[in-house]
């Protein structure tokens, strides 16, 4: 199954975010693979005609591979322990799905009409953070989850 991150915003190379996305993108391509996960992909969209959140569902929706399971990130999404998470992925996984779009909007949040056409939607808490690194974020739970199912040492919970 092919995992797609689209997010809002770009994240420059200089920046610290881009290494540590680009290192836990690397090992999640390297452990997921012999559980047939990935290879990840990001995909940056920037609404630069300032549409706000309308705007950058359409710019999101179309990042989007067609016939994707779409998850939104979303803070009034599900809250879920690192091993749920990695379960839920092995379902995603085990149902056929040939794609997963992970969905992480701009400064605030997703546009209602794209978080309803989501089949999912994960919290990473009642906290608010910041896109660059939520995507961060995501791309770590990501592979930690796939270490979970390969039974490796990395998450001792």
Not at 137 to 150: D, F, G, K, N
Request: charged fraction near 25%; glycine fraction near 10%.
């Amino acid at each position: 199954m092919r995992l797609h991150i689209c997010a809002v915003g770009r994240i420059k190379a200089d920046q610290p975010e881009r290494a540590l996305f680009e290192d836990y993108q690397m090992r999640f391509n390297r452990t997921g693979k012999p559980l047939a996960l990935g290879p990840l992909h990001e995909v940056e969209v920037e609404d630069r005609k300032g549409g706000g959140m309308a705007a950058e569902a359409v710019l999101l929706a179309r990042a989007v591979p067609e016939g994707a399971l779409l998850v939104c990130m979303d803070e009034r999404g599900k809250v879920m322990s690192s091993p749920e998470f990695a379960a839920q992925l092995a379902r995603w996984r085990d149902a056929g799905r040939q794609d997963l779009a992970f969905v992480i909007g701009g400064a605030d949040g997703i546009a209602p009409d794209l978080r309803a056409r989501a089949e999912a939607a994960i919290s990473f808490g009642a906290m608010v953070w910041p896109h660059m690194l939520v995507r961060v974020m995501l791309a770590e739970q990501l592979y930690r989850a796939a270490t979970i199912l390969a039974g490796g040492p990395y998450h001792r919970a």
